[in-house]
Structure formats: structure tokens, C-alpha cells
């Protein structure tokens, strides 16, 4: 079964710094693969999805991702991060529509 | 924007009665899921729905739980007899590919007291 490794659980970061939030995941064949984010008492918002074709993909509110086969990995990346931004991101593998979600990254942003 | 509607946003419940949690997901989509978040913890998977069946679901899905698409519009999701460790966000939601994006509810919070 596909399983989805998000190392950090809180990460802190401050405002108008550069974040990497770590993601890896285990199945057989490449997955779809995507990063949602859940502000305190909200849903869950799609941030970026990959399916196929270039590794690198853009996302909404300045977000993206890059996946790496040989890692297993979808990196979630922002360069310049917001009061905002702060918020719980889950990293998620849908394989056979099936989807399963990592445990997620509680994202502080320091003033 | 089409979007998937929940209803109750809060729901709150004596131990050992019955819930029932229920989903509008978005018109076109074939492809319905439930999830559950325990306060503070990761998003997990209940189970998926397509074609007035149910596709997979988890181990958590025991025969407490149910799932029903009563007309054209609803999903629901049934707790014959709550239990405390039940009191968690529900989260609905729908595709309309398998293995596509998956478009989520706000979220239905029941207490089980």
C-alpha cells in the first residue's frame, strides 16, 4: 500500500524567508501527487497537483512543487512566505483513487 | 465556483445514538470520499464511493459506519451508535476522475459526549 512521509511536524520560519516543506512517498509507480493546506477550523484547500510532465510545478498564493522520481519526493517550496501562510500542510498520494494523506506540517511564521 | 456543501457544520451527540452526516458533492463528479481528522492529527481516509457502491474503504470503516447515496444529489455518511474516540471533522469529498483532484467539504465537526 502507498504511504505518504512528511518528516517535519512544525516547521517556523519568519516572514519574508524561503520554505521547504518535505514530502516522500512510497508506492511502486509514480502516484498523482499534491499539497493541500488547512488553515485552523477550515477545510482542506488544493494547493498544486502533479500528474504528469514537467517536475516542476506552480501552485496557487506563490506555491510550488517539485517532484523527484529518484527521491520519492515532492518538495512543497515557497520563496518568500506570509503572515499568512501559516496554516497545516498535508501532502497527499492518490494511487488507484485512493488517496491517503501524510500527517502533515504545522507551518509558524515569526514577524 | 462549484463546490462540495456539508451539513450540520456541528454536530453534537450523546454517546451511543446515531449520526448521520450528509454531503452535497459537486454536480459532475462521480467519485465520493469520506475522511476523518481527530483534533490535531493527520486526514484519514473512511471510504470511496462510486457507482452506488462502495470502492475501498479503511479500517476504520467498521460496521458502525455506512455510506449511502439516497438521490441524485446526497451523500451521506451514517454512525449507527457513536462512541467518544468518533468525535472528529468529517471531511466530504468528490472527483470527477479517479485518481484527480479531490475537491473537499469544510468539514462537518461532530462531538460525541
Known amino acids: ?111 | 465556483e462549484p463546490e462540495v456543501t456539508q451539513t450540520p457544520s456541528h454536530q453534537v451527540t450523546q454517546m451511543g445514538q446515531e449520526v448521520i452526516l450528509r454531503c452535497v458533492p459537486i454536480s459532475n463528479h462521480l467519485y465520493f470520499y469520506w475522511y476523518r481528522q481527530i483534533l490535531g492529527q493527520k486526514v484519514e481516509f473512511l471510504v470511496s464511493f462510486y457507482n452506488n457502491e462502495i470502492s475501498e474503504k479503511s479500517e476504520i470503516f467498521d460496521d458502525q459506519f455506512s455510506v449511502e447515496r439516497p438521490d441524485g444529489s446526497n451523500f451521506t455518511l451514517k454512525i449507527r451508535s457513536t462512541k467518544l474516540e468518533d468525535s472528529a471533522m468529517y471531511f466530504c469529498a468528490s472527483s470527477e476522475v479517479p485518481g484527480g483532484e479531490l475537491f473537499f467539504g469544510e468539514g462537518s465537526r461532530l462531538t460525541v459526549l
Open chain 1, 1 to 111: 500500500a502507498q504511504s505518504v512521509t512528511q518528516p517535519d511536524i512544525h516547521i517556523t520560519v519568519s516572514e519574508g524567508a524561503s520554505l521547504e516543506l518535505r514530502c516522500n512517498y512510497s508506492y511502486g509507480a509514480t502516484p498523482y501527487l499534491f499539497w493541500y493546506v488547512q488553515s485552523p477550523g477550515q477545510g482542506l484547500q488544493l494547493l498544486l497537483k502533479y500528474f504528469s510532465g514537467d517536475t516542476l510545478v506552480q501552485g496557487i498564493k506563490g506555491f510550488e512543487a517539485e517532484f523527484k522520481r529518484s527521491q520519492s519526493s515532492f518538495n512543497l517550496r515557497k520563496p518568500s512566505v506570509h503572515w499568512s501562510d501559516a496554516a497545516e500542510y498535508f501532502c497527499a498520494v492518490n494511487t488507484n483513487n485512493d488517496m491517503r494523506f501524510g500527517a502533515g506540517t504545522r507551518l509558524t511564521v515569526k514577524p
